[in-house]
Structures are given as C-alpha cells and as structure tokens.
C-alpha cells in the first residue's frame, strides 16, 4: 500500500510537471510571437515600441480627423446642386428656348443664370442667390422651380 501511495504522488506530480510544462511552453512562444523582429528581446523595448507607435497612430487619426472635418466644412462651398429649367417666357414664339440654370452650393448659395430668348435675340442675366432667396432681385415662378429642382 506505501507503494501505490508513492506512485499516486509520483503519478499526480509527474501530470502537474507536464501541465506546467505545456503552461510555460505556450507563454514563451507568445513571448517569441511578441518579440519577433525585435533586435533587443525585451518585453520593456517591445512594449515601449507598442506605445509609441500608438500615440503616433493616435496623432495620425485626430490630424485625418480635422482634415475630414476641413474639407466637409469646404465642400459646402462648392457648387453640389444644378438645376435646369427651360421654358417659353413669350406665347408668340416657339419652343422652349429659353433656360434659367441655378449653380448653388450645400446652403442653396450662388447664382442663377437666365437665358431668355426672343426672336431678336437671346439676353443673359444672373442673380446672386442667398440660401435659396435673391438678394438683390426677387426670383421669378421658373428660377424658383430651377432652384427646387437643384435639390
């Protein structure tokens, strides 16, 4: 029976000495993964390295943040709605000749460019537009529907 004691002690040591075997196997081969390509074979150098890299990442998506904000605040500068009317301001010609292009940015800003024709010619004229409404003239029922249809 002292015999079957110490084999069962032997037995439950010798499975112990293989679990921490295993244990440490798997934790120096993640120590090896971590390090890998790293003169030095630290764990303070390599996380070190892992820090810094990930304050420059962090500088690198605040500076691609502010430049995402930049160019969306600029893109409302820029023309982002056309809108084309064409019509006939005069019964005694024929056709849908004449056309008012509105040219307006994200704020319904910018202009509106008319071309009226008539049988002695085509005149041109241009009205500033202010988010959606003339400033110095008053926008007729077609530059209305030219800047609805810009939306």
């Known amino acids: 029976m002292p015999n079957s004691v110490a084999f069962l002690v032997f037995a439950v ?12 196997w798997r934790v120096l081969n993640h120590f090896n993964n971590l390090t890998k ?4 074979k630290t764990l303070k ?22 430049f ?7 893109g409302f500068l820029h023309i982002q709605k056309v809108g ?10 024929g056709g849908d000749q004449s056309f008012i292009l509105s040219l307006v ?13 008539s049988r002695s010619g085509t005149r041109w004229y241009a009205k500033k537009v202010v ?16 800047l609805k249809e810009a939306k």
């Open 105 to 117: 940015d994200g704020k319904d800003t910018g202009v509106i460019i008319s071309g009226l024709y």
């Open 131 to 146: 988010e959606g409404k003339g400033v110095e003239h008053e926008l007729s029922e077609e530059e209305k529907r030219a």
């Open 37 to 40: 390509g790293v003169s030095q």
């Open 13 to 24: 040591i010798f499975v112990w000495l293989i679990a921490l075997t295993i244990f440490f």
């Open 68 to 74: 995402s904000l930049k160019l969306e605040k600029d």
């Open 84 to 93: 084309l009317v064409r019509f006939n301001p005069f019964k005694d010609t």
């Open 45 to 66: 150098s390599v996380l070190e390295e892992v820090l810094k890299q990930m304050d420059i990442t962090k500088k690198d998506i605040d500076y691609l943040k502010d």
